[in-house]
């Protein structure tokens, strides 16, 4: 007899002696259940044959215990240093903005709830890579000196086959470090920008002179004076032109967004008046009130510094496409931004293959000095993210080249040492 079959056999066995010691009604049913459902078991065993291959895409047949034992490790001091580093960073702060905070009367649960529980996120992701480096660096080193690592590679283990927790523990990283800057610490750094103007005197910009932009083919807006506080604006007008020439102009004392509309870009003008071009003649017709749809927001008119981490990824791809098309000026640092999120989750994935590759060999006196060069190498790819943002937002450098110059320069890094790693 096959296994299969026996096994079969003996698992039908173990059924029959589970209902022998149940009522004789539910025996029947069972015996009535096998013998007619034949077809059915038939059918569900050709079935699992036919989609045998998706076992292929389980991503749990690829790991093993010792991959298990790696990631556990890799999280497990990720997280340690974040709540490490944070704390510290925590403490500083407080020490620094405690005199702000009761000079202005901030109350305690604002503090916590508004400023530090957005605070600790916003950080932590900021500087993640930098945690991932740390992380990879102490353990890693802690495993070489314990000589776990000669141990793997002698079993059998070659370096590359050894890098693969590591990477699944990027991976992981990476994902949630992506998800939570696009989506989830935009909403809380609104809250957070908004403590600051009230509690931190950091004012944010509430008014613009002279604006101007394109709404819409052929339609440009201006405005004299905009107060973003009362999403008012004064000395308005619009033009409209048709093939250069100029075929309606309207202007108004006010116009006032409507915040409480359903839908979006609804504006009050007062004191209106429309001049409407038809060759050499014109006509004009004027009014006290009106409502008009304009495709502008408050957001579109007033820059406040930061505003670009304000807006989920959607928000900012849709923000971006839209002051393209008008034309406008300052859409670099959102495109820097918008940009800065996608590379920064794979800095992970760099890093980490540099400080694995720095850390995997025991060495006489420990971690320390492996650990100053991870620091020095975080620090640089930080220091020079921000360089290549300053020089996108002020020398012309292309957005997408100054969020990605940083991840080109390191891999470079990482080849290196991962070629001159044991193998």
Same mark, same amino acid.
């Given at each position: 007899?096959?296994?299969?079959?026996?096994?079969?056999?003996?698992?039908?066995?173990?059924?029959?002696?589970?209902?022998?010691?149940?009522?004789?009604?539910?025996?029947?049913?069972?015996?009535?259940?096998?013998?007619?459902?034949?077809?059915?078991?038939?059918?569900?065993?050709?079935?699992?044959?036919?989609?045998?291959?998706?076992?292929?895409?389980?991503?749990?047949?690829?790991?093993?215990?010792?991959?298990?034992?790696?990631?556990?490790?890799?999280?497990?001091?990720?997280?340690?240093?974040?709540?490490?580093?944070?704390? #510290?960073?925590?403490?500083?702060? /407080?020490?620094?903005?405690?005199?702000? @905070? +009761? =000079?202005?009367? *901030?109350?305690?649960?604002? %503090?916590?709830?508004?400023?530090?529980?957005?605070?600790?996120?916003?950080?932590?992701? #900021?500087?993640?890579?930098?945690? /991932?480096?740390?992380?990879?660096?102490? @353990? +890693? =080193?802690?495993? *070489?000196?314990?000589?776990? %690592?000669?141990?793997?590679?002698?079993?059998?283990?070659?370096?590359?086959?050894?890098?693969?927790?590591?990477?699944?523990?990027?991976?992981?990283?990476?994902?949630?470090?992506?998800?939570?800057? *696009?989506?989830?610490?935009?909403?809380?750094?609104?809250?957070?920008?908004?403590?600051?103007?009230?509690?931190?005197?950091?004012q944010k910009s509430t008014s613009a002179e002279n604006v101007q932009l394109q709404v819409g083919p052929g339609i440009i807006?201006?405005?004299?004076?905009?107060?973003?506080?009362?999403?008012?604006?004064?000395?308005?007008?619009?033009?409209?032109?048709?093939?250069?020439?100029?075929?309606?102009?309207?202007?108004?004392?006010?116009?006032?967004?409507?915040?409480?509309?359903?839908?979006?870009?609804?504006?009050?003008?007062?004191?209106?008046?429309?001049?409407?071009?038809?060759?050499?003649?014109?006509?004009?017709?004027?009014?006290?009130?009106?409502?008009?749809?304009?495709?502008?927001?408050?957001?579109?008119?007033?820059?406040?510094?930061?505003?670009?981490?304000?807006?989920?990824?959607?928000?900012?791809?849709?923000?971006?496409?839209?002051?393209?098309?008008?034309?406008?000026?300052?859409?670099?640092?959102?495109?820097?931004?918008?940009?800065?999120?996608?590379?920064?989750?794979?800095?992970?994935?760099?890093?980490?293959?540099?400080?694995?590759?720095?850390?995997?060999?025991?060495?006489?006196?420990?971690?320390?000095?492996?650990?100053?060069?991870?620091?020095?190498?975080?620090?640089?790819?930080?220091?020079?993210?921000?360089?290549?943002?300053?020089?996108?937002?002020?020398?012309?450098?292309?957005?997408?080249?100054?969020?990605?110059?940083?991840?080109?320069?390191?891999?470079?890094?990482?080849?290196?040492?991962?070629?001159?790693?044991?193998?």
């Amino acid at each position: 007899m096959e296994y299969k079959e026996l096994r079969r056999h003996y698992q039908r066995y173990r059924v029959l002696r589970w209902l022998d010691r149940h009522p004789a009604w539910l025996h029947r049913l069972a015996h009535w259940l096998y013998d007619h459902t034949g077809w059915l078991r038939k059918r569900g065993m050709a079935l699992a044959s036919e989609l045998g291959f998706l076992k292929v895409l389980n991503p749990f047949k690829y790991i093993k215990r010792l991959d298990w034992y790696i990631i556990k490790k890799f999280i497990g001091t990720y997280i340690f240093s974040i709540v490490l580093i944070i704390s #510290l960073a925590v403490v500083f702060d /407080v020490n620094e903005n405690l005199s702000k @905070f +009761t =000079s202005y009367h *901030a109350p305690l649960h604002a %503090i916590i709830f508004d400023y530090y529980l957005n605070f600790i996120p916003y950080f932590s992701n #900021l500087f993640s890579a930098l945690f /991932v480096f740390i992380a990879v660096i102490f @353990f +890693t =080193s802690k495993l *070489a000196g314990n000589s776990e %690592i000669i141990a793997m590679l002698a079993a059998g283990v070659s370096f590359k086959r050894l890098m693969r927790p590591y990477m699944i523990s990027c991976v992981l990283i990476a994902m949630v470090s992506y998800y939570l800057s *696009a989506y989830v610490i935009p909403h809380g750094t609104v809250v957070r920008q908004n403590f600051e103007a009230l509690y931190r005197n950091n004012q944010k910009s509430t008014s613009a002179e002279n604006v101007q932009l394109q709404v819409g083919p052929g339609i440009i807006a201006y405005i004299q004076h905009y107060d973003n506080n009362l999403k008012k604006g004064y000395g308005f007008s619009l033009d409209k032109f048709e093939n250069k020439k100029l075929i309606s102009h309207m202007t108004a004392m006010e116009i006032q967004y409507d915040t409480i509309s359903d839908s979006k870009y609804h504006w009050n003008a007062r004191q209106w008046k429309i001049r409407q071009l038809k060759g050499l003649k014109e006509h004009i017709t004027s009014g006290a009130r009106m409502d008009t749809l304009i495709q502008m927001e408050p957001t579109d008119l007033v820059y406040s510094k930061g505003q670009q981490e304000t807006f989920t990824s959607p928000e900012l791809h849709e923000y971006i496409s839209k002051q393209i098309d008008r034309g406008s000026s300052n859409v670099v640092q959102y495109q820097v931004e918008y940009h800065k999120r996608i590379a920064s989750s794979f800095a992970s994935f760099i890093l980490t293959i540099i400080g694995f590759s720095l850390s995997s060999r025991k060495r006489k006196g420990g971690m320390g000095l492996y650990l100053g060069i991870g620091l020095v190498l975080s620090f640089a790819y930080i220091m020079l993210q921000t360089v290549s943002a300053t020089f996108a937002i002020n020398a012309g450098f292309p957005p997408i080249l100054a969020a990605w110059v940083p991840n080109i320069l390191f891999a470079v890094v990482a080849y290196f040492c991962y070629r001159q790693a044991p193998n």
